[in-house]
């Protein structure tokens, strides 16, 4: 219904209904309620706690407080010890994997990350083919021919 089209009458009309349902409305709740409150009652007169756990952030506790972004508590992503030292490399990624790989050749990133260690490139990354996927897709010398297919072109 347009309410463009109605007239004046007939949006007093709709508004009285409107409000007529919501008086129906306000009066199950107020009935409602007063039946849980009942049903509290005798649970708790039997011992049992009827109010469901909160979810969220407990009420009074501030917003800013509390572990906040990062790992979740519980997470079976711990950090071990001090962690590994970090190898040092005289040439970026993209230079070794140009120098293990020759100009015209399609290669995949699992065969440019092997070209690059042959090259002398030292990593301890447990996913070292994403991150050389990674800098095939960034550097320019290298052509994406298809999915997972890069032909170096300079």
């Known amino acids: 219904m347009a309410l463009k089209s109605l007239s004046t009458r007939e949006l007093r009309r709709e508004l009285e209904r409107r409000e007529s349902g919501a008086r129906k409305l306000q009066a199950q709740h107020s009935e409602l309620a007063k039946r849980l409150a009942a049903l509290e009652g005798e649970l708790s007169d039997l011992g049992i706690d009827a109010a469901p756990a909160r979810r969220g952030r407990k009420p009074g506790r501030p917003k800013g407080s509390g572990r906040g972004p990062g790992r979740p508590k519980g997470s079976k992503n711990k950090v071990k010890g001090k962690g590994g030292k970090r190898p040092k490399n005289d040439m ?63």
């Open 92 to 154: 970026t990624l993209p230079e070794a994997i140009l120098k293990g790989v020759s100009v015209g050749t399609t290669v995949s990133p699992a065969q440019a990350a092997v070209a690059a260690k042959k090259a002398g490139y030292k990593s301890s990354s447990a996913n070292f083919g994403m991150i050389v996927a990674n800098a095939l897709a960034k550097d320019s010398r290298f052509k994406k021919l298809g999915r997972g297919q890069y032909q170096r072109s300079k």
